[in-house]
Each structure stands twice: as C-alpha cells, then as structure tokens.
C-alpha cells in the first residue's frame, strides 16, 4: 500500500483530483477539487461564560483555523453538562464531528475521570483543558510580576492554579522558555490536539466523499471524463488512501503489505468489518479499503 499512507491519506485524492480538474478544464470540476482541498477548519462553540474565546484562542495558536463554521465542531463546557450544552451537543455530533472539551478543568475534582463520565453521558470524546494557560505570554512584565509576587496582575494572566505552578518553577530557575512549556502542560491544549488528529482525518474524509458525489451527479449528467476519473484503479486507490487515514487515526491497524495475498486477505476483513457493528463513516471507509484493496490485488495480478 505503500508506508506512509495513513499519515496523508487524503492528500492523495485531492492532489490527484486537483491535476484531473486542470486537465479537464471545467468550471464544475475546478469548483469541487477546490472544495475537496481546502484546508479542515474548527468552529468553538459554548454557552457563556465557559471559556469558549480562551479555547478557540489556544487551539488558534496551536495552528488551527478557527472559523463560525468548521468541519469539526469543538463544543465546550465548564464544570457540568447543562441541558442546553447536551441539546448543542447532540445537535453538533449530527452534522459533523464532535469534541467536547470540559474548560477550566482547574476548577473541578478529578477532571479526566469527570470527562470518562461525561463522554458517557453523550457518546462525544471529552477531555480537559484550563485553556487561558495555553495562550499566556511569559514577556518581562509576567516574569518581574513572578519574581515580585505580584498577586493582582499574577491573578490577572495566571490565575490562581497558573500561580501555583508558574511560582515555584520561576524559584527552582526555570526560565521564560521552560515557564511557557510548563504552562502549555497545564493547560491541556496538547490532549486536545491528540483528541482533535481523528475528527480532523474524518472531516478530511467526508469531503471526499462530498466531491466523489459531486462529481457522479456530473458524470450522471453525461460527462464521459469524470465517469472514467471515478472508474479509475488509481481514484479507487486515493479513496482507500483517505479512508486508512481515518481508521489508522481512529487506532484500528491496517496491514500495509504490499503482496497479491496480503491485498487479498486485506479486502477480505474489511469486508468483514463493514458489516459489523460501527458507524457509518467506518462502514464507508470500510467498504473503500476492501474496494481499493480488490484493485491492487487484480493489479498484481496482471
């Protein structure tokens, strides 16, 4: 399948589509390769009062595009889930991919344990996240208020569970650098990150799919070009590509030998899989797995 398939996926699709739509030359082709590779984007989303600006600043500066409306909807809570925040999240996880971060998690007693009861609550990937921290600037005006003790403005940029881990750091002689990593740590922005990589692969993934439709209804329509694009072994192949992404993301293994047997065993099991108890992005990427495995396995073949 080739090593490092799972970890760009969905690049091989647009990429391939990108080079078809320049070569057909059409305004309706241009339009969905465009779509297919913009870049995935997040929308913040929360009732008020829960941090939802500090969240969406962190995972700004963590690299993420931060839009009104994203292909992956991060919605956050603070402390409990009201029954406002499980209708958003219900409605949320019905469109589009769905984290749930649990904010000020300095402010609640065992915060990882409360996001496994949470995420019981709403089927939604919970983690915690004190996400003032992860945009704080460690400039000469936060270090002299360190050395000094400063308790109003140190509760202005810290707050008080900043404090309690920015004080005796600075006295054990971190430095601005060290201070910056110790409180990125604290504030979790890196588990939200690790949780975000699998939705992120998914949206990739359902865009696809969008611009595969789009462009059947096209060939539909009687355009002999795309109708030999979608037929092609190496379109079935960018698909398998994109949906080994989402399942490898997702912590499910996919042999990548590249043998005729293995191609064959390899299509045989996901097969399997598609028919099994999972959902309906896997029972897709199930089904392009053992479609794109099937096409390699002929391709040996011959």
Same mark, same amino acid.
């Given at each position: ?170 006295? =054990?002689?971190?430095? *601005? %650098?060290? $201070? /910056? !990593? ?8 890196? &588990?939200? #990150?690790? @949780? ?60 990548? =030998?590249?043998?005729? *047997? %293995?191609? $064959? /065993? !390899? ?8 028919? &099994?108890? #999972?959902? @309906? ?22």
């Amino acid at each position: 399948m080739g090593g490092q398939m799972s970890t760009y996926g969905h690049t091989i699709f647009t990429d391939r589509l990108v080079r078809f739509a320049a070569e057909a030359d059409d305004p309706a082709v241009d339009a969905v390769a465009a779509r297919a590779d913009a870049g995935a984007t997040l929308a913040v989303h929360g009732r008020v009062g829960v941090g939802r600006g500090a969240v969406a600043r962190a995972l700004a500066g963590a690299g993420f595009v931060v839009t009104s409306a994203g292909d992956v909807d991060v919605q956050v809570i603070a402390e409990v889930v009201k029954p406002e925040d499980k209708a958003a999240i219900t409605a949320s996880v019905a469109e589009r991919p769905t984290l749930v971060v649990l904010n000020k998690a300095d402010l609640v007693t065992g915060a990882r344990a409360l996001c496994a009861r949470y995420r019981a609550l709403t089927g939604v990937p919970t983690v915690p996240m004190v996400a003032h921290l992860a945009a704080v600037q460690v400039d000469d005006a936060l270090l002299s208020a360190l050395r000094t003790e400063d308790s109003r403005y140190l509760l202005e940029r810290l707050d008080t569970y900043g404090i309690a881990h920015a004080l005796p750091a600075l006295r =054990a002689g971190a430095d *601005a %650098a060290a $201070l /910056r !990593r110790l409180l990125r740590a604290r504030s979790g922005v890196d &588990g939200v #990150v690790a @949780a975000l990589v699998p939705l992120l692969a998914e949206a990739r993934y359902r865009r696809i799919r969008a611009a595969r439709a789009a462009l059947e209804a096209l060939a539909a329509m009687g355009d002999d070009r795309v109708a030999a694009f979608l037929r092609a072994d190496d379109t079935a192949i960018a698909c398998m590509a994109a949906a080994v992404e989402v399942v490898e993301a997702a912590g499910i293994a996919v042999d990548p =030998a590249d043998d005729r *047997a %293995a191609h $064959l /065993r !390899r299509a045989a099991q996901w097969q399997h899989y598609r028919h &099994g108890p #999972v959902n @309906a992005v896997h029972t897709a990427c199930a089904a392009d797995i053992a479609r794109g495995s099937l096409r390699l396995w002929r391709r040996a073949g011959s």
